[in-house]
T-cell receptor, first 112, second 115 residues
């Protein structure tokens, strides 16, 4: 069956450190993968998209990697700040389809 | 400009009652999606609209769930004879074209509680 797994444990890190989140998938062949941020009581907000032929994508302090052999994406927040505290969701398409399948998310808390 | 809006933000209902949830997408976005998010779970896809048509209703959990979209804009998700397991946050998203890949813009959600 199809499965998307993100870090099962919440991530607690010190301000200034790098947070690394994982997204592993099974029985998908995504053409692209997206990362979203969700704050309590709000809908997800798009952060980054990476295509299957891209190894790495950066946006400000965010970095995403995509390894289609390992079936894994890593999401890094460098120089983390308390304002980065949120739940981060990975989402991928089902074989180049408009429909996105989401992971359950990883909650990150950055301590000042 | 204005983002995706949803109403009501919270809805408490009794088991067996019908509820209607509304979504106003970003103006000009042709694609609209409904998802359901239960506590600690990922987003569960319910239905997708391209314009007023719903080419994919595969995610609707049962025939108690229906949705429509009118004028290529507002969408309504209706749940008939609500059950306690319907309690969740219902999220609506819209995207410019509904083609691959397309960024989805989410509303704040409607929290539904069925007593």
């Amino acid at each position: 069956s199809q499965k998307i797994e993100q870090n099962s444990e919440a991530l607690n890190i010190q301000e200034g450190k790098t947070a690394t989140l994982t997204c592993n998938y099974t029985n998908y062949s995504p053409a692209y993968l997206q990362w979203y941020r969700q704050d309590p009581g709000r809908g997800p907000v798009f952060l980054l998209l990476i295509r299957e032929n891209e190894k790495e994508k950066r946006k400000e302090r965010l970095k995403v990697t995509f390894d289609t052999t390992l079936k894994q994406s890593l999401f890094h927040i460098t120089a983390s700040q308390p304002a980065d505290s949120a739940t981060y969701l990975c989402a991928l398409d089902s074989s180049n389809d408009y429909k996105l399948s989401f992971g359950a998310g990883t909650t990150v808390t950055v301590r000042a | 400009g204005a983002g995706v809006s949803q109403s009501p933000s919270n809805k408490v209902t009794e088991k067996g009652k019908d509820v209607e949830l509304r979504c106003d997408p970003i103006s000009g976005h042709t694609a609209l999606y409904w998802y359901r998010q239960s506590l600690g779970q990922g987003l569960e896809f319910l239905i997708y609209f391209q314009g007023n048509s719903a080419p994919d209703k595969s995610g609707l959990p049962s025939d108690r769930f229906s949705a429509e979209r009118t004028g290529g804009s507002v969408s309504t998700l209706t749940i008939q004879r609500t059950q306690q397991e319907d309690s969740a946050v219902y999220l609506c998203a819209s995207s410019p074209q509904g083609i691959v890949p397309d960024t989805q813009y989410f509303g704040p959600g409607t929290r539904l509680t069925v007593l």
